[in-house]
């Protein structure tokens, strides 16, 4: 009798990268696509669009997080190019799959934001960040790429700490002991 963890095939290393490439990619995209769709729905008018705890209407950020920075795009185009380098790095030499997957939505949202400080008016390292999504009670303004670098963050911590614990290689018969 084989039992489920006979019948899982153990992920190869490449496949993890494509994976982690597509995930990064595929956060990018998000990113960028619903900025430029909040950038088209505000049209210049300032209106917020929702109502209650949540809502939408573009704001430009030329800081970081809570518009630490501001004024100084350059030194935080730098920051945010070492940051990026530095996850670039941590997901390359991760060898846990659920750590490097988590490390390439964190990845994603880096490089959505610097897309925007190169891309986005005025470009080349002086451009500003497009943040457009308001929660009640919570005063800062965000994007998608700063909700992934946060839950990206929350789950390689998460997941290097549960990766950490031992893990039995031998089928359960095989500790009669613990029974």
């Given at each position: 009798?084989?039992?489920?963890?006979?019948?899982?095939?153990?992920?190869?290393?490449?496949?993890?990268?494509?994976?982690?490439?597509?995930?990064?990619v595929g956060v990018l995209l998000a990113d960028q696509i619903s900025k430029t769709l909040a950038l088209a729905l505000d049209s210049g008018s300032g209106v917020r669009r929702g109502d209650g705890w949540f809502s939408a209407r573009p704001v430009r950020n030329?800081?970081?997080?809570?518009?630490?920075?501001?004024?100084?795009?350059?030194?935080?185009?730098?920051?945010?190019?070492?940051?990026?380098?530095?996850?670039?790095?941590?997901?390359?030499?991760?060898?846990?799959?659920?750590?490097?997957?988590?490390?390439?939505?964190?990845?994603?949202?880096?490089?959505?934001?610097?897309?925007d400080r190169f891309f986005r008016s005025p470009g080349l390292g002086g451009g500003a960040v497009v943040d457009w999504i308001h929660v009640a009670g919570y005063s800062a303004s965000f994007n998608l790429a700063d909700l992934a670098i946060r839950v990206g963050a929350l789950a390689a911590a998460t997941a290097m700490v549960l990766s950490g614990r031992p893990v039995r290689r031998e089928p359960l018969e095989a500790y009669p002991h613990d029974r």
């Amino acid at each position: 009798m084989s039992n489920v963890a006979d019948r899982v095939r153990p992920t190869s290393a490449g496949n993890v990268r494509l994976e982690v490439r597509g995930v990064a990619v595929g956060v990018l995209l998000a990113d960028q696509i619903s900025k430029t769709l909040a950038l088209a729905l505000d049209s210049g008018s300032g209106v917020r669009r929702g109502d209650g705890w949540f809502s939408a209407r573009p704001v430009r950020n030329t800081g970081a997080s809570f518009g630490i920075g501001a004024g100084h795009p350059l030194v935080i185009t730098v920051v945010a190019i070492t940051a990026t380098a530095a996850v670039a790095v941590a997901v390359s030499r991760t060898r846990n799959r659920a750590t490097a997957l988590a490390w390439a939505v964190v990845l994603g949202g880096a490089a959505g934001n610097l897309a925007d400080r190169f891309f986005r008016s005025p470009g080349l390292g002086g451009g500003a960040v497009v943040d457009w999504i308001h929660v009640a009670g919570y005063s800062a303004s965000f994007n998608l790429a700063d909700l992934a670098i946060r839950v990206g963050a929350l789950a390689a911590a998460t997941a290097m700490v549960l990766s950490g614990r031992p893990v039995r290689r031998e089928p359960l018969e095989a500790y009669p002991h613990d029974r």
